[in-house]
């Protein structure tokens, strides 16, 4: 196949001929078994717009070093209806915000910020202490239209909960672009690595993420054709999630049915099997999927609210410093929420 793939993001397409492939499946390797496949409960986020909750009942041991996901949207908003998130504090973790459709606006008392468009994403590591504002730009409230993302929540392991705050722009066309082993589907590399196989130099056998990480992780988005499967070489020392944010289909060596809004939570083993319907009801015409995994950090996790912490003290102390201003200040002349 050489047709170019688009999917859910129409700004990030390749002719498949072009990329470097999966490598083919091995007889000695063995796919990585669903061990449950749960629903994301619909609720609403900052002021007001709408989130799919993807881990909700899972538990944290399972997703380490992941803490939270939220699909944001998908939502085609009327003039005025637009919401974003107001200032608000981070310490102790990582917020990766990736875009599908529409647009948000980010700042932060660190000195980050920018316009995050469609397929672009917004790292921000807020270590010690950051606040910051995501919201739609003004043009966007205006206008309504379409919105759809994602947030990611990477903890970061003890030594490094107390880092300065960081902030990465990744723009779509810096994402890494592999195709499958027949050319049938498009796998957009966000973060972490991909073992190609063992054909040729070490820089060739890797394909490598733009997100520069903590903890070794791997974030990505798959678009899988109609009636195709993907079949994606998985480290042995992650974990292993699947998160369909549109479309229908199948996960692991049994078949498990999966849909829009759930999550596919894997067992041991060395690659991920993914199958997409004949019959895609979606109007993006494809399976599309989060593929989410990490090295597990194995420390205590206690969470509340924006801070995500080891211990209870740690979060009344990150609370208290809140407070007090010591994690950041809304600088003068700040953005602010348009409100027409």
């Known amino acids: 196949m050489s047709e170019a793939i688009g999917g859910i993001v129409p700004a990030i397409t390749a002719a498949?001929?072009?990329?470097?492939?999966?490598?083919?499946?091995?007889?000695?390797?063995?796919?990585?078994?669903?061990?449950?496949i749960t629903n994301a409960p619909?609720?609403?986020?900052?002021?007001?717009?709408?989130?799919?909750?993807?881990?909700?009942?899972?538990?944290?041991?399972?997703?380490?070093?992941?803490?939270?996901?939220?699909?944001?949207?998908?939502?085609?908003?009327?003039?005025?209806e637009p919401k974003g998130t107001p200032w608000h504090p981070h310490r102790g973790f990582e917020t990766v915000?990736?875009?599908?459709?529409?647009?948000?606006?980010?700042?932060?008392?660190?000195?980050?910020?920018?316009v995050i468009r469609e397929s672009a994403t917004q790292w921000m590591t807020a270590g010690s202490g950051i606040v910051h504002i995501e919201t739609p730009p003004e043009a966007l409230v205006r206008s309504g239209g379409l919105f759809h993302g994602v947030q990611l929540w990477v903890n970061l392991p003890a030594k490094d909960k107390m880092i300065p705050p960081g902030y990465q722009a990744i723009d779509g066309q810096d994402l890494m672009l592999v195709s499958s082993a027949d050319g049938g589907s498009l796998l957009r590399i966000i973060a972490g690595n991909l073992l190609l196989g063992a054909d040729g130099s070490p820089d060739e056998r890797v394909a490598r993420g733009p997100g520069s990480t903590h903890s070794p992780i791997v974030m990505m988005h798959a678009t899988v054709k109609p009636g195709e499967q993907l079949v994606v070489p998985w480290d042995q020392t992650h974990n292993a999630l699947a998160y369909v944010l549109a479309g229908s289909g199948a996960v692991g060596p049994d078949s498990a049915p999966i849909g829009t809004g759930q999550l596919a939570l894997f067992g041991q083993g060395d690659r991920l099997r993914l199958r997409a319907a004949a019959d895609q009801g979606s109007h993006y015409g494809a399976l599309e999927l989060m593929l989410l995994g990490g090295r597990p950090i194995g420390e205590a996790v206690t969470h509340s609210g924006p801070f995500v912490m080891n211990t209870r003290d740690e979060l009344v102390t990150a609370f208290a410093d809140y407070e007090a201003g010591r994690l950041g200040t809304v600088p003068a002349g700040a953005l602010q929420s348009y409100r027409g």
């Open 16 to 36: 498949t001929s072009t990329l470097q492939r999966l490598p083919a499946e091995r007889p000695e390797e063995r796919d990585r078994p669903v061990r449950s």
């Open 42 to 80: 619909a609720g609403f986020e900052g002021e007001g717009f709408p989130v799919r909750r993807g881990f909700a009942g899972v538990a944290l041991a399972d997703l380490d070093p992941f803490v939270h996901f939220d699909q944001m949207g998908e939502v085609e908003y009327a003039p005025m």
């Open 97 to 114: 915000t990736y875009m599908i459709d529409g647009e948000m606006v980010h700042q932060d008392s660190h000195g980050g910020g920018g």
